[in-house]
């Protein structure tokens, strides 16, 4: 049974529907909001089991462990905290580690799998990005740097106290039941799905910073899959994953796969976007997860927005 911190989220839920493929029971850790989708209904209660878990509040992790026989943590668990405190980010993403790992050890949880981020890896413009890379954290990369402490911190300290410790660095993530739209893989399909006919990002400006690079999008039915992977795996033999679609893909290429689907994008911005560059590439070197967790993504660009588009048509979000 593997508990899914974070259960509630939208790669937390697609985690779980992956783990019960694979015939596992799963317990969802619910925070502040609860959403059931309809490919987990009829699990819920019998292969699917929810819980009330806060990592910040250790006595709720050690109740969850003590009522249900987890063998297997996925730590998802992790929010913008936009405008958060120093000490309250600190509290959650650091100190939330520290009781997760201590209730696993106290349980006897054979691993805790960590999900990471492509953010570790900023500073490097040449992908493929590949896992034995120095890395270089900057404060202004709030995501980086607490998942970059939380790779090392939560390495050590589950060394120390007898628990194993896996990292799982994830691409950039679109797919059923992404609700903040903050790739523009996201908004392109969701524009699709609305039948909106001449389409622009949110974003002011003819280039943001934020769609400069060629972005490793990975759909969350392949991420899942490498997470359910790891989660499973007899025995791993490296501390870092990357788990992606191994491809880098700009903007452009997003507006392209978007066009065969019938997204009708502004032209005078698709022109702009043709004479921008040079993009980073920021895909995900994928040796290490093929090798030893079997691990090859299904979906590419262009397939895994025409599935979402297609779910979004009769789920609208």
């Known amino acids: 049974?593997?508990?899914?911190?974070?259960?509630?989220?939208?790669?937390?839920?697609?985690?779980?529907?992956a783990l019960l493929d694979r015939g596992q029971e799963v317990v969802l850790g619910r925070h502040r909001s609860r959403h059931i989708p309809d490919f987990l209904a009829a699990a819920i209660g019998r292969t699917a089991h929810e819980v009330a878990l806060d990592v910040a509040d250790p006595d709720s992790i050690r109740a969850a462990l003590s009522t249900y026989p987890v063998d297997g943590i996925v730590h998802l668990a992790f929010s913008a905290w936009a405008n958060a405190a120093p000490r309250a980010e600190w509290h959650a993403y650091v100190d939330g580690l520290r009781h997760l790992l201590d209730?696993?050890?106290e349980a006897g949880v054979r691993r805790v799998v960590f999900a990471s981020s492509v953010d570790v890896y900023r500073g490097w413009e040449t992908g493929p990005l590949k896992e034995e890379a120095p890395l270089y954290p900057r404060w202004d990369s709030p995501i980086g740097l607490f998942k970059h402490a939380g790779e090392l911190l939560g390495g050590y300290y589950a060394q120390r106290i007898g628990?194993?410790?896996?990292?799982?660095?994830?691409?950039?993530?679109?797919g059923p039941l992404y609700h903040s739209l903050q790739n523009v893989v996201g908004q392109v399909c969701h524009a699709i799905a609305?039948?909106?006919?001449?389409?622009?990002?949110r974003q002011s400006g003819a280039m943001p910073a934020w769609q400069r690079p060629a972005n490793d999008f990975c759909y969350v039915k392949d991420c899942a899959d490498g997470?359910?992977?790891?989660?499973?795996?007899p025995h791993l033999a490296y501390p870092v994953y990357n788990i992606g679609s191994g491809t880098a893909s700009t903007v452009l290429d997003v507006l392209h796969a978007g066009q065969a689907l019938g997204l009708d994008p502004d032209p005078e911005w698709v022109a702009t976007l043709a004479t921008t560059g040079p993009y980073a590439d920021r895909s995900l070197a994928l040796g290490r997860a093929r090798e030893d967790l079997g691990y090859a993504p299904r979906?590419?660009?262009?397939?895994?927005?025409a599935d979402y588009v297609e779910w979004l048509r009769h789920h609208p979000e």
């Open 1 to 17: 049974m593997i508990l899914i911190t974070g259960g509630m989220g939208f790669i937390g839920l697609n985690t779980a529907q």
């Open 103 to 105: 209730a696993a050890a």
């Open 163 to 174: 628990v194993e410790f896996v990292s799982l660095r994830l691409a950039v993530i679109y």
């Open 194 to 201: 609305r039948g909106e006919r001449r389409w622009r990002p």
């Open 227 to 233: 997470i359910a992977r790891a989660a499973l795996a």
């Open 299 to 305: 979906f590419s660009l262009s397939s895994g927005m």
